[in-house]
């Protein structure tokens, strides 16, 4: 038998940050195989940064703590060969492109690598080329890297760090700020890296869709120690599993999954994708199907009845030929006309640049029109200030760590309050109230920063809560959190919506869109594109492609089925399963 | 803020950066020689030219002189009422024009107002000197004149990630009054206490996300070999070419000439 050289061997790896109790990567022994490509899931907090950086030297070299178990690189002992050295055998990329870029144009980035080394600038400047050319940035050498839309940043980032032609290449969720286009980009630029040579790839990611085809193997850990490994498809069909180590399902898997339960398909029938899922589906209708299309459409119109005819007359937005231009440049909208009435829960979706946050700042006054005019609950936001909008309107914004200044969770909560001018004792009891709501209650006397990313999130989320406000903004509420915080986030969205809250939310994630949102706006170049409900938008596939939007899983599978439902488009799992309601075989239709 | 580096052909771009630095210099030395105004105004004129041959952008400089004018006022002031007679060697300078407080005491003297404008109109010519070097000399060429003149690698590479994380601390900065504006935070409160206490939101994020960064920032450096030798390949070699002999003829002639006009025939004071 020929022996396969492994390009990272770890043995009984455990490692325990200084400041921590449990250490965060537990007795990981793993072998990755020369030219492979794994992808590396898990929950947050299962230790895949800490494991990423173990594999460079950057733990134990930069960050101490105690570091127990053999790392091997491509040969080389992690420990005993410096961090600057081990770059030339294994790259890696780290999660926000921003700081990694260090140069101010892109070739002079490019550049940083192979001066360090002292390469002769002649060669430097041809390996930069090759380079820029294999990420998809050919002819950016002089762009300046402040300009660069966030998925070119992020391209960037992994062209530094391969332009020292590493035989391994690490990256840490390199899609998990990046909009879908950006993702795409990443993607189809490791897959082209792939072809050209003979790169080992480790990849860390939390969405599954891209990486199923991809990834030769899965490793998934869980709490820091080795939960699974195996081919993705084993993974992905088995949805208690995924669920178990709080990886997101793929909505296809998620029927197939209730019909293996019945027993009506072999484990591995569990379709990944649309085509089998349509064949699927097209095989078992005529045997055990039942159809209810009558009934689903008729519930399907009453709740959209109820939607119009709301119960409050006053609009939560009122948006009337709004312009608005950034200094001296394009116009960033372009006469948008908008009304949202209170109650509603309206998704905002289009591709970086299209006027989503720029929209949304209106309806609190960050920003004021240009020409036209935006009134919220009844106000009109040239007349009032940000300030006393934020007592009606509320905003959560990205990125928590944007507005977390306060030393307890508990006081950060009350800094929306004190500004609002309310009394001590109210103060108390909305915190009381809130820290319930949002399931915060035990860490009210916690640093806010010593908590998780999903965590601070909540805490963002909870600083607005306490203000009640009538509408509330929600800008890519879950951008990074892990399939269990996506969850939580959205129960608690759809309970306040539930209570009366009107909530316009952005979103890059078209599944989360379909399920939640009973509007769905399309904004493009400045302008709306599309604006109604999720089934309507998501059935305009040519049209969403050219944004650069791709609907959710459910609704192109169900547009395949078009002939089947009739043109009607289903957004549910359950939707589709409702099919199959009696469970018993009918024989033919 | 700082005026970056505009790409251009003039004469000025094509100057090696140690001819312009010896330039800068020049202009610093010739600025502080003469205590006349009407010198001073010949230089100003003089750096002016060399602005307006660059194509300075006279927006940006405009917006940097404005919030400027309540100092400017202040300094003519100032110096007017400050600066005793028997400090200028001129008699017409020594002219007393008035008294601010009864029993001749604070005198505004005519020497002291020139002397303000003196301030004011060096303080443009460097201020626009400045600017023609920064727009005209790429950042690398710094850090390559840093080099040269045997500056430790470290202390030129902060600089240049310095200036490299300036519009993204800004953007930062603009992030962070947003997200604290939406929950009500208000930037005119009355008081000594009032606008500390509300820059306090803005300015512990600020220092938090900057830490954060610094640290993913060291990572990033690290998986890129920084620090592996003391030295690193330089992006582009400088070198003399000669246009620049003939500039530096040119500044240390004008030079000359100047400290004659100054120490031989005693022109330009007050």
């Known amino acids: ?589 | 803020m700082l005026i970056e580096f505009i790409p251009g052909d003039t004469l000025i771009h094509r100057l090696d950066v140690r001819t312009k630095m010896f330039g800068f210099l020049g202009f610093i030395i010739l600025s502080f020689l003469f205590k006349d105004p009407k010198y001073q105004l010949l230089i100003l004129t003089l750096t002016g030219i060399l602005a307006f041959w660059i194509k300075i952008p006279l927006r940006k400089v405009g917006g940097m002189l404005v919030p400027l004018i309540p100092i400017i006022l202040s300094i003519i002031l100032i110096t007017g009422f400050t600066f005793a007679p028997e400090r200028f060697n001129q008699v017409s300078s020594q002219t007393i024009l008035f008294y601010a407080l009864p029993g001749d005491r604070l005198g505004a003297t005519v020497g002291g107002f020139l002397m303000g404008a003196t301030f004011i109109l060096r303080l443009f010519s460097m201020m626009i000197a400045s600017s023609v070097l920064t727009l005209t000399t790429p950042m690398d060429d710094f850090t390559q004149f840093f080099h040269k003149m045997k500056v430790p690698v470290e202390i030129s590479m902060m600089l240049t990630t310095a200036i490299r994380f300036i519009p993204t601390l800004d953007k930062k900065r603009r992030l962070i009054i947003e997200a604290q504006k939406a929950r009500g935070t208000k930037f005119n409160d009355k008081g000594i206490v009032g606008p500390i206490r509300s820059y306090i939101p803005i300015m512990i994020p600020m220092f938090i996300n900057s830490i954060l960064m610094a640290n993913s920032l060291s990572m990033a450096m690290l998986n890129r070999g920084y620090g592996l030798t003391r030295t690193w390949t330089a992006l582009r070699e400088i070198s003399f070419a000669p246009r620049d002999y003939w500039a530096i003829s040119c500044i240390v002639l004008l030079l000359t000439v100047a400290f004659i006009v100054r120490y031989s025939l005693h022109l330009g004071v007050l």
């Open chain 1, 1 to 589: 038998m020929e022996l396969i050289e492994s390009a990272i061997e770890l043995k009984n790896v455990s490692y325990r940050y200084p400041s921590a109790v449990e250490p965060s990567v537990k007795n990981v022994s793993l072998i990755v195989k020369k030219g492979t490509f794994i992808v590396l899931m898990g929950a947050t907090g299962a230790g895949k940064t800490t494991l990423s950086l173990c594999l460079n030297g950057l733990i134990p070299q930069l960050l101490e703590g105690e570091l127990t178990g053999r790392i091997s690189v491509a040969g080389h002992d992690v420990r005993k060969t410096a961090v600057q050295s081990l770059s030339r055998v294994l790259g890696l990329v780290l999660q926000d492109p921003e700081t990694q870029i260090i140069g101010r144009t892109v070739e002079e980035d490019t550049a940083f690598g192979p001066r360090n080394f002292l390469i002769p600038l002649v060669e430097i400047k041809q390996r930069v080329n090759q380079i820029l050319e294999k990420v998809r940035l050919k002819g950016y050498n002089q762009r300046l890297t402040e300009e660069l839309s966030g998925g070119e940043k992020q391209r960037l980032a992994i062209a530094g760090v391969l332009v020292m032609e590493p035989e391994i290449l690490v990256l840490d969720e390199p899609t998990s700020e990046l909009d879908p286009i950006g993702r795409s980009e990443i993607y189809e630029t490791l897959d082209d890296l792939r072809r050209k040579k003979d790169l080992t790839i480790l990849l860390v990611e939390h969405s599954s869709e891209e990486v199923i085809k991809k990834a030769d193997e899965i490793v998934v850990l869980n709490q820091g120690e080795v939960a699974w490994s195996g081919p993705p498809t084993e993974l992905f069909r088995n949805i208690p599993l995924l669920g178990q180590w709080g990886i997101r399902p793929l909505p296809v898997s998620q029927i197939g999954w209730e019909f293996y339960e019945k027993g009506w398909i072999s484990f591995d029938e569990i379709p990944l994708d649309i085509p089998s899922a349509e064949g699927m589906l097209r095989a078992l209708l005529p045997i055990y199907g039942r159809w209810q299309r009558a009934v689903q459409g008729q519930s399907m119109d009453m709740i959209l009845k109820q939607e119009t005819h709301g119960p409050e007359k006053v609009n939560a937005v009122q948006v009337s030929d709004l312009i608005y231009q950034y200094n001296s440049g394009q116009p960033a909208l372009r006469g948008i006309n908008l009304t949202i009435e209170s109650g509603q829960f309206v998704a905002l979706i289009g591709q970086n640049g299209a006027g989503k946050t720029t929209l949304a700042k209106h309806f609190n006054g960050l920003l004021k029109p240009t020409s036209g005019e935006v009134s919220v609950e009844g106000m009109n936001t040239l007349h009032y200030d940000t300030s006393e909008l934020s007592k009606t309107i509320g905003y959560v914004f990205q990125n928590p760590d944007h507005q977390i200044f306060s030393a307890t969770v508990e006081k950060e909560l009350e800094f929306g309050l004190k500004n609002a001018g309310f009394k001590s004792k109210e103060i108390k009891e909305r915190i009381e109230q809130v820290l319930h709501y949002t399931g915060l209650e035990k860490l009210r006397s916690v640093h806010p920063f010593s908590l998780g990313k999903g965590e601070r999130q909540m805490i963002a989320m909870a600083s607005i809560l306490v203000l009640r406000p009538k509408l509330l903004i929600i800008d890519e509420p879950t951008t990074g959190s892990d399939w269990a915080g996506v969850q939580t986030m959205m129960a608690l969205i759809r309970k306040l919506h539930a209570a009366g809250t009107t909530i316009v939310m952005i979103s890059h994630d078209m599944d989360l869109v379909a399920q939640y949102a009973k509007r769905v706006i399309v904004l493009k170049d400045g302008g709306i594109l599309l604006d109604g409900t999720p089934q309507d938008v998501f059935s305009h596939e040519q049209i969403l492609l050219d944004s650069a939007i791709i609907p959710p899983q459910l609704c192109r599978l169900s547009s395949q089925l078009k002939d089947i439902l009739a043109n009607e488009t289903f957004i549910e799992s359950s939707e589709f399963t409702a099919l199959f309601e009696s469970g018993e075989k009918r024989g033919c239709l």
